[in-house]
């Protein structure tokens, strides 16, 4: 049984984790741009998890393609809801990356220290909860970050991920402009390609990323997480999902 003090103890290191204090702060974490992998493309999805997540899971998977998916934890639906619990677990599962976009999907940017840290810990505890993973790479939302945005991210163990190739769903691209994005993509033939791409759009998970892969896929592009496209491991620790003891919420 906890005594008062080991208590009041377990409370301030937790709420060290979550907002470690600016004393602490760290190296400026390292910004991802692109892939170090030759003739590699790394597809991310954005903004979820969403109902079209598990329709996206499998188009890759038939075509043996694993891909990046960066959560929010209350955007388009609370990742805590039982039916976006499984899409996150179905993504995991079939072997495609999971890390963060952060919790209500702010502009990082406009923040305090504090409100950073609680942005990013309410996301990394979600997936930890409901994957027992704590994942090593953080897409800032809008792509917006700082210094401080830098130093956070240092303190908690992750990697800021961005993009060099942006398919335009999210800022009202159509579904044949979008495929033209892509067909001009696959005719400048960059050596690496990260794609964003968000699983919040029908067309996008039905139409675009479907004829995007097919069309890549005939380029010759190889595909890979971002993790692997960079070589590094895409979670600081595995273990167990945990079990919700009524308090999990948004």
């Known amino acids: 049984m906890f005594t008062l003090p080991s208590l009041i103890t377990l409370s301030l290191a937790v709420a060290a984790f979550a907002h470690p204090t600016p004393g602490k702060r760290q190296a400026l974490a390292q910004v991802i741009t692109t892939c170090n992998t030759p003739n590699t493309i790394a597809l991310t999805f954005d903004d979820g998890p969403y109902i079209y997540g598990p329709d996206i899971v499998d188009t890759l998977d038939q075509h043996g393609i694993k891909g990046t998916f960066f959560y929010n934890g209350d955007n388009y639906r609370c990742i805590y809801d039982q039916d976006m619990q499984s899409n996150v677990m179905y993504a995991y599962s079939h072997g495609h990356q999971v890390a963060s976009h952060t919790w209500h999907h702010y502009d990082l940017t406009t923040l305090s220290w504090d409100q950073i840290h ?4 309410r996301t990394e505890q979600a997936l930890e909860r409901i994957l027992g993973v704590s994942p090593a790479f953080m897409r800032p939302p809008y792509g917006n970050y700082n210094d401080l945005v830098r130093q956070a991210s240092a303190v908690r163990g992750q990697k800021l991920v961005l993009w060099d190739f942006d398919d335009g769903d999210s800022t009202g691209s159509s579904v044949s402009q979008s495929e033209a994005d892509y067909d001009q993509l696959i005719r400048d033939h960059p050596n690496t390609v990260i794609a964003l791409n968000h ?38 620790s595995v273990g167990s999902p945990q079990t919700n003891d009524g308090s999990w919420g948004c």
């Open 118 to 121: 609680d942005e990013m810990w």
């Open 199 to 236: 699983e919040t759009y029908e067309t996008s998970a039905h139409q675009v990323i479907p004829y995007a892969v097919q069309q890549l896929q005939n380029a010759g592009y190889q595909f890979a997480t971002v993790a692997e496209c960079v070589g590094l491991e895409p979670y600081q």
